[in-house]
């Protein structure tokens, strides 16, 4: 039997029919192309600007630079992400300040971000997991009261929904990644979206090494060859062709949602009458991206669930271990995972299984079939101790 993963992209004909006329053209790179990616990303997630770069991480990177926040500033994010959502803060002097999530919906949870908030607290970021969106409202009222940025990582959550709107109009910059296992793939890649103008216009000389074209003044009226440098920014350029495949994949990216919560939902019915796991819940005013399927098992080793999965080739995963838990952070900051009980009980517990648009019906029925046999034998090995 094939090993079937976790994640993959769906990339057809089309997208490389696309890709192709691109690559054979004569801009590959800093050409119009990128434009048009960055105008469809903006009529699809009704935002005003969109900037395209090189990867999600960049795109966080530059949004937090964008805030301009002093040295030594704290901003608040969850310990249950990608380990870029907090790098990101690194790169950019500030301290990352975790907080515990949910339990349901494995989000930060706002009530610990109220406890955490000092005089150096500048910004949140918050990850919306799994396509499931944070409670905005909420953290909206944190920030307003006091006078927070709101950085949203979406890169689980293109295409998701709060009260009827779409994820990237909610906090000042909002985060996508176009990693392949992401809902649409420009290889590497990733964006921000935003309405704010004066981020907007940072944002794209923050990924051209801080060049402001704009700045011909300073060099005197004729001078067409001159240009500034603004900030200390980076090449985080995406390419043309890179562009032209995400044009094509946002194309797709409708039917591949209907896919991935079709699949969501074929898992839930199975699983629902499980004693032995929880599955994922969605709450009622959001709409659900669904980019993992994750369960919480109940009297169930993890490790030995996940072992024996991994033996019948199906490509369970963890989301996520904890940040504090990596060396690089224990060394730096020695933080106590104590602090965090929800997170340690939830990533104890979790496992993630199979979820992508090209995934077969018979992949489906393999995976659950599969799932079910583990749980059934692990509670007949642990009676029989
Ligand atoms: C994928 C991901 C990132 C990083 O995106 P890349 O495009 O891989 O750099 C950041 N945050 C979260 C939550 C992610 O899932």
Known sequence: MKFIPYGLHWIDDEDIKELNKILMGNWITTGPTIGKFENALCSYLGCKHSVAV??????????????????????????????????AILYNDSKPVFV?????????????????????????????FAGHPCEIEEIKTIADENEL??????????GAEYNGNKI???????????????HITTGEGGAVS??????????KILRNHGIDKGAFERFGPKADWA?????????????????????????????????????????NDAFKDLAELEIPMTKDYVKHSWHIYTILLKGIERDEFFKRLRSQNIGVNVHYIPIYRFSYYQNRFGIDSNDYPITEEVFHRIITLPLFPKMTNEE??????????TLYELKKDKNRK
């Open 54 to 87: 090189n990867s999600g991480t960049s795109a966080l990177d530059i949004a937090v630079q964008a805030l301009d926040l002093p040295v030594g500033s704290e901003i608040i994010t969850t310990p249950f992400t990608f380990m870029a959502t907090s790098n």
């Open 100 to 128: 515990d999530i949910q339990k349901e919906t494995r989000n930060i949870d706002p009530r610990e971000i109220k406890k955490r908030i000092t005089d150096k607290t500048k910004a949140i970021i918050y990850v919306d």
């Open 149 to 158: 940025f709101l950085i949203e990582d979406a890169c689980h959550a293109i």
């Open 168 to 182: 990237g109009n909610f906090a000042d910059m909002t985060i996508f990644s176009f990693h392949p296992v992401k």
């Open 194 to 203: 935003t309405n704010d103008d004066g981020f907007y216009e940072k944002l």
């Open 227 to 267: 240009y500034d440098q603004k900030y200390l920014g980076r090449n985080y350029r995406i390419t043309d062709f890179q562009a032209a495949l995400g044009i094509s994949q946002l194309k797709k990216l409708h039917s591949f949602i209907d896919r991935r919560t079709k699949i969501a939902e074929i898992y």
């Open 364 to 373: 489906v029925d393999l995976t659950i079939e599969n799932v079910k046999k």
